[in-house]
């Protein structure tokens, strides 16, 4: 797993780097799916990272949205923000969280409950799923997208 989240980290900086590439009307244009433009999705991905780790954690969500972080610098600082804190917990982890329960109040009202594992899976997931998104949006603005690779990035 925490390999994984390197990787997702490592994926996310250069799609950083690609954005320096873009002009910013490109990262903020409202685009069909996903959260509907490259930067948004950047947010997105960096705010729900955070945002599961603290709850599972029984911490306080982050509740700010997209409107205050319309530049990939503001992004990128949110993300400097967050990391030392996501970083520490995957770092920290071992099997011994792997099945710890955290309930969660969906907003329909009903209350499910999750593993640790699940909920770390699933974040690391989430990013892979958007990073689909950007790579379509990358070719929409004729620009190559970043590699998805794991392999030959030296995580292992």
Not at 59 to 76: A, T
Not at 104 to 124: A, F, K, N, Q, S
Not at 144 to 149: C, D, E, I, L
């Amino acid at each position: 797993m925490k390999k994984m989240f390197r990787y997702n980290w490592v994926v996310r900086e250069d799609w950083y780097r690609w954005c320096e590439e873009v002009p910013e009307e490109e990262l903020l244009r409202t685009r069909n799916g996903g959260v509907n433009g490259i930067l948004n999705t950047l947010f997105h991905i960096v705010d729900v990272e955070w945002s599961w780790i603290r709850s599972i954690q029984g911490k306080s969500d982050f509740q700010e949205g997209f409107d205050r972080y319309r530049s990939l610098d503001k992004v990128r600082k949110l993300e400097a923000e967050f990391r030392p804190e996501v970083e520490a917990f995957v770092n920290g982890w071992d099997e011994s969280l792997e099945n710890r329960l955290f309930n969660d109040l969906r907003p329909d009202g009903r209350m499910v409950t999750y593993t640790w594992g699940e909920v770390t899976r699933h974040v690391i997931a989430h990013e892979i799923h958007h990073v689909g998104q950007l790579s379509i949006w990358a070719r929409e603005v004729g620009k190559k997208p970043v590699s998805a690779n794991f392999i030959g990035r030296g995580l292992m």
